[in-house]
């Protein structure tokens, strides 16, 4: 997908105040993250990590750097 859909996607929620139109959109987002077949205990990992990154608790890495670190060894 194109970040230009991307992007205008997320404009056009912006524009969007009804609620219900937005848990519409939240439930097809949601059940399509689901259907992707993740399991509930590395989806939860997944959302720990997340709030971990968000608070600055653990530090980020850059493909090219850990590309380079893997390189490295």
């Given at each position: ?65 850990i ?7």
């Open positions: 997908m194109e970040n230009s859909l991307k992007l205008e996607l997320i404009e056009k929620l912006l524009k969007v105040n009804e609620e219900q139109i937005l848990l519409e959109v939240k439930s097809v987002l949601d059940q399509t993250f689901l259907d992707s077949k993740i399991p509930n205990e590395l989806y939860n990992e997944l959302v720990q990590r997340r709030e971990r990154a968000i608070k600055g608790e653990s530090k980020l890495y850059s493909w090219k750097e590309k380079t670190e893997l390189l490295n060894k």
